[in-house]
């Protein structure tokens, strides 16, 4: 059945206290706008259309971004209420028969369920407006469903109409809706603002529907429906998104160690067979291969992890690729632009930054390497560092296949070691070495026998005088 859909996006989100648009406020890596926009087009809506107002720029900017000519906008230049929001928002939309579904921009628990199951109704239902109701333990702030004897709906009541009794009333009326376009056209253009906000209501076309053609209604269930009006409630809305993100990967064949504990971006693609152990965060667009073991604590963002690769607990990678088989950590840093090949091994405290390390190579303990190209099977010892930076300009160090460099080595770039070189100890590397040559560059150790026992005495000296 044809269909198209209105998210209403205008209202400045006062109780957010925050200069960014309410709509625009991040729920598991995506604006909350994102989310029942998402919904629609997934639920098969012919066209969409946002109603922005307050922040209009960065709202459309949004949705080019995201949904890139598969989205209008309409604006509303003024706060005349929900219904006057609908009014400016139907001048955009195109069809003139079928279903409009209307919703929210601050609902991002909305599914394309919610939308097929109104859709639905509309089948066997020939009511001129269908509407999802829920029961609210607490009802402050929600429109009361007002019913008859028969139970057939006459009316929402905005709260501050209600009386001491429809107040109690714990039907509420969420705000979606399925409606005949014709219908809400027409509708819409006789709204009268004869209410406590002095304003157009959407929620006044209901009782114009029940008196000429009737009102369907399906219940549903609250946890899907909640609004964010505030940072309490955005907290919430994300706590169930992230458990719903979390329970559709492990259906899928991931295994989550405790589904509350983990942060996963809407973003995020997992294959089956992966493991992701407690409190462990993916952002953005990670992508996470078959038989990839993720331990507690792990940071990823947009990072892709492939086949069998193991991060050990408390591996930050940023924007980077980890090759099939591949170990990292405990405690590892890989800043972005880094690429670490199959069966290479990233140890604890030890960090990269642009950098790309070989397949099978090793640096397993307290080195940085940043601005780097690491060949296959190269070793790094302990406490290695590329010198990367002159204060102005960042090189990069060049270590060929089958490098092998004791602890406690410095390169300072431009630098290019050929193929098997080795670099003893403690070497300051100043000038490129050949091809399977061996590089020392070290002070000569001096010794002088006996002479302890007199340095000793020397230094008790000072420290008695220092007193």
Not at 120 to 139: C, E, I, K, R, V
């Amino acid at each position: 059945m044809t269909f198209c859909g209105m998210i209403l996006a205008a209202g400045k989100g006062t109780r957010m206290k925050s200069e960014l648009p309410k709509v625009l406020h991040p729920i598991a890596g995506r604006p909350l706008l994102f989310y029942p926009v998402h919904a629609l087009l997934e639920a098969g809506a012919q066209e969409v259309v946002v109603v922005v107002g307050h922040g209009k720029d960065r709202i459309e900017q949004m949705l080019a971004t995201y949904f890139p000519d598969r989205v209008v906008t309409a604006f509303q230049p003024e706060q005349r209420g929900t219904g006057h929001a609908v009014a400016c928002g139907l001048a955009k939309v195109t069809h003139t028969q079928g279903e409009l579904a209307l919703a929210y921009g601050d609902m991002p628990l909305l599914s394309a369920s919610t939308f097929q199951g109104l859709l639905s109704l509309t089948q066997t239902s020939p009511a001129l407006l269908h509407m999802l109701t829920t029961w609210a333990d607490s009802a402050t702030g929600y429109g009361r469903i007002i019913r008859d004897a028969s139970a057939s709906v006459l009316e929402v009541k905005e709260e501050r109409d209600c009386t001491e009794v429809e107040t109690a009333i714990r039907e509420v009326n969420p705000g979606v809706y399925m409606v005949d376009l014709p219908f809400i056209r027409k509708a819409v253009g006789n709204l009268e603002s004869n209410n406590a906000q002095r304003e157009l209501l959407l929620t006044d076309v209901v009782k114009v529907a029940a008196k000429q053609g009737g009102v369907a209604t399906q219940t549903w269930d609250f946890a899907e429906l909640q609004g964010v009006n505030d940072r309490r409630d955005l907290a919430a809305c994300e706590m169930r998104m992230l458990r719903r993100i979390a329970e559709n990967h492990a259906l899928r064949g991931v295994t989550i160690r405790d589904l509350d504990s983990v942060y996963i971006d809407h973003e995020v693609h997992i294959e089956a067979d992966a493991t992701l152990q407690n409190a462990v965060v993916l952002r953005g667009a990670c992508q996470i291969k078959r038989g990839a073991f993720i331990d507690v604590g792990c940071v990823l963002e947009d990072v892709q992890v492939g086949e069998n690769a193991y991060l050990k607990p408390y591996t930050v990678a940023t924007q980077s690729r980890i090759g099939q088989e591949a170990q990292l950590g405990p405690f590892a840093h890989v800043r972005p632009r880094s690429t670490i090949g199959r069966r290479a091994q990233i140890g604890n405290f030890v960090e990269l930054k642009s950098t790309q390390v070989g397949e099978g190579s090793k640096a397993n303990h307290l080195s940085y390497l940043g601005d780097g190209d690491i060949g296959d099977h190269v070793n790094i010892g302990a406490g290695t560092i590329f010198c990367n930076y002159d204060g102005t300009h960042k090189h990069r160090t060049v270590l060929e296949e089958g490098v092998f460099v004791g602890s406690d080595s410095q390169f300072v770039a431009p630098i290019k070691v050929g193929k098997n070189a080795y670099v003893g100890t403690a070497t300051t590397v100043t000038v490129d070495v050949p091809e399977g040559a061996l590089a020392i560059g070290r002070v000569r150790q001096v010794n002088k026998p006996g002479y302890a026992a007199e340095l000793r005495k020397r230094l008790r000296r000072t420290k008695a005088d220092d007193r």
